[in-house]
């Protein structure tokens, strides 16, 4: 870890009732032991829990975020979407932006930039997440797809203190896989320079997700640069969040 917090973010995606809120209770709860003082807990649960979250979370170190958000900055005739103006008047500090699973649905890299800028522009702190499929890193263009995602996404960005990086390669995403720790760090690294080098910031946060569970996580830590992870379908089991937490710390 070379940040003072490691982050765990919980990425809901599209799943989650108001029943199943109550789940984060036991995750309230370790959140206030010494264990748990270095872990910075952010949930990031569908539109629909968002302020339930924020309510709940209140008095409690643990934090809230979005899984996406419109473009624009200002309000409009947008059937359908929520601005980041609205997902930081509601309490959220956070917003992960560039999901695979989002571009997928169409967050193209200029997209992808605007919905960064706006997020900026309403003091949100934005989770940048990039990544390559599996038939890039065959073709050895990880480096190359990351360069380009990085580029395009920060472009005409100068200050990026307010951006965590999430490292997600395609195909680690709710498969089981996970990249073997020495490719792993490699790009981790890699992306710590690019940054350093291009935006001349030294302390960029960069997280690793895919897959993240209580079986790999011991293993996933012994890379120290990695400064926390994007957790999905294990953050929606509180015991195995919880679990990997501690896991991360002793
Ligand atoms: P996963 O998802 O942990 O279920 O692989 C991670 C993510 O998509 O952020």
Redesign the pocket.
């Known amino acids: 870890m070379t940040n003072k917090y490691k982050y765990f973010v919980a ?1 809901w ?1 599209m799943f989650g009732d108001i029943k199943t809120v109550n789940s984060i209770y036991t995750v309230i709860k370790a959140s206030k032991s010494r264990n748990f003082s270095k872990a910075k807990i952010i949930y990031c649960p569908p539109y629909t829990l968002l302020n339930t979250f924020v309510n709940k979370l209140k008095k409690t170190k643990v934090e809230v975020g979005a899984q996406n958000c419109h473009q624009s900055s200002s309000n409009g005739p947008f059937t359908g979407f929520i601005n980041s103006k609205m997902i930081k008047k509601l309490g959220c500090k956070y917003v992960i932006i560039g ?3 989002s571009r997928n649905s169409g967050d193209t890299n200029i997209l992808i930039n605007k919905k960064i800028k706006s997020s900026l522009e309403n003091s949100l702190t934005v989770i940048f997440c990039i990544g390559e499929t599996f038939k890039e890193k065959k073709k050895n263009k990880t480096k190359k797809i990351l360069i380009n995602q990085i580029k395009k996404g920060l472009k005409n960005i100068k200050n990026i203190k307010n951006i965590i990086i ?1 490292y ?1 390669p395609v195909w ?4 089981g896989l996970v990249p073997k720790n020495e490719e792993l760090l490699n790009n981790i690294l890699f992306i710590k320079k690019f940054l350093r080098k291009n935006f001349n910031y030294k302390k960029t946060r960069v997280l690793y ?4 569970s209580p079986y790999n996580i011991k293993n996933l830590n012994e890379i120290n640069q990695i400064d926390g992870f ?5 953050s929606q089991n509180s015991n195995k969040f919880i679990d990997i937490i501690k896991k991360s710390f002793n």
Do not use: D, M, P, Y
């Open positions: 990425n995606k999901h695979s699973e999430a997600e680690s995403i709710g498969t997700g895919g897959s993240v994007l957790i999905g379908g294990a």
